[in-house]
C-alpha cells in the first residue's frame, strides 16, 4: 500500500462490517467509515482545489476522522484544530495556512447521519 486511502480501502473490503471507530456518540465500521470519507471528499472536491487545506475545528472522534479522510479523497491536506484553543489561536492557524474554509461541528451534520 502506497497511503491512507489505499490502507482505507482494503481494509473497507477485507473487514467491511468489522468496528473501525467507536466514539462517545456512537461508532462505525470500516464500510461505514469509507462511504462517509467519500462522501465527504466529494462534498470538498466540489468547493476546493487540490492542495487546499481543510482546518478541521473538531473534537477527536468519528465525525473529525470523516473529514480528515474526505480532505485526502479531495486531493487536499487537512489541519486538526483544537476547539479548545483561544479563539485568536485558531484564528493565527487558519490564516497562516491560507484555508479558505474551515470544517466545524455545525458541518458535521453533512459529514455523516447522526
Not at 466529494?42 to 480528515?68: I, N
Amino acid at each position: 500500500m502506497n497511503n491512507i486511502l489505499e490502507f482505507l480501502e482494503a481494509t473497507a473490503a477485507r473487514l467491511p462490517d468489522q468496528t473501525a471507530v467507536i466514539d462517545e456518540h456512537g461508532a462505525c465500521c470500516w464500510h461505514e467509515l469509507l462511504a462517509y470519507s467519500q462522501s465527504a471528499g466529494t462534498a470538498l472536491a466540489a468547493r476546493l482545489s487540490p492542495r487546499t487545506p481543510v482546518p478541521v475545528l473538531m473534537e477527536k472522534g468519528r465525525y473529525a476522522l470523516y473529514a480528515f479522510f474526505g480532505a485526502v479523497q479531495a486531493g487536499c491536506f487537512y489541519v486538526p484544530l483544537n476547539p479548545a484553543l483561544p479563539p485568536p489561536r485558531l484564528r493565527q492557524v487558519r490564516d497562516g495556512v491560507g484555508a479558505p474554509r474551515l470544517i466545524t461541528p455545525r458541518a458535521q451534520a453533512g459529514l455523516a447521519p447522526p
